[in-house]
């Protein structure tokens, strides 16, 4: 098999007296999407932010292509290749849709105004975000902030992006474009690491699900098995 992109391998992390995480490990193949799931507070924003590089695990190691990126600050991690979105996205409000993403693109990705440019229509494209370019990022709809969450991580021409509950508020008719901008991520060649609660944008998009309770990793599998899985239910809707 070949080497995983991502490897998460026995992470544990507490703050003070909570339990974050518990000898979490899983890898992410290239080119694959793996969904995150697990009821609320099970540990998955934790997770994210370890991987990406915002605070070190207490115990266990990430590797990135192969390299052991444990406790790599998040600069680091961005210029490596992995790109993150927020729960809450959090974009500079006084600027545009354009200049958010220029932001993200320079300061991501090293490079100048003018590259950085180039790149812009196929990103806002991707993101269906062509018309809103010039509005002020303050004025978005809900549906249109978490396009730019999205839009802003890809201008940094990440290998692997994190995404934390990207389709969270959504209404159900919106929800479709945001799963098909994610499909054509991967075929772009992409990794996806997917944290979702919404179970109908988790089952179509992804390949292969984790589960996490209380910062425990109860059940790995295709979709429909850990949909199946009794561990899985009860941690959603009780015993
Ligand atoms: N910086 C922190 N300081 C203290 N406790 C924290 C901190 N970050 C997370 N926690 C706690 O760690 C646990 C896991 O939180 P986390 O945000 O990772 O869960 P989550 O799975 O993302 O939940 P949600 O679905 O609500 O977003 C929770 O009990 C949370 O209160
Ligand atoms: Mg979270």
Known sequence: MNEP???????????????????VSFDVQRGEIVGLMGPNGAGKTTLLNIIAGEYPPDSGKIKFKGRDITGYPSHKTCHLGIARTYQIPQPFVTLSVRDNLLVSAIFGRQVSKAAAELEHDR???LADLSEKKDTLTGELTSLALKKLELARALARDPELLLLDEVAAGLTEPEMPRILATIKEIRNMGKSVVLVEHVMKVMV?????IVVIDKGMKICEGKPEAVMNDCKVIEAYFGA
């Open 123 to 125: 990103i806002f494209d």
């Open 5 to 23: 992109i991502l490897s998460i391998d026995g992470i544990t992390k507490h703050f003070g007296g909570i339990v974050a995480l518990e000898d």
């Open 204 to 208: 179509n998009a992804v390949d292969r």
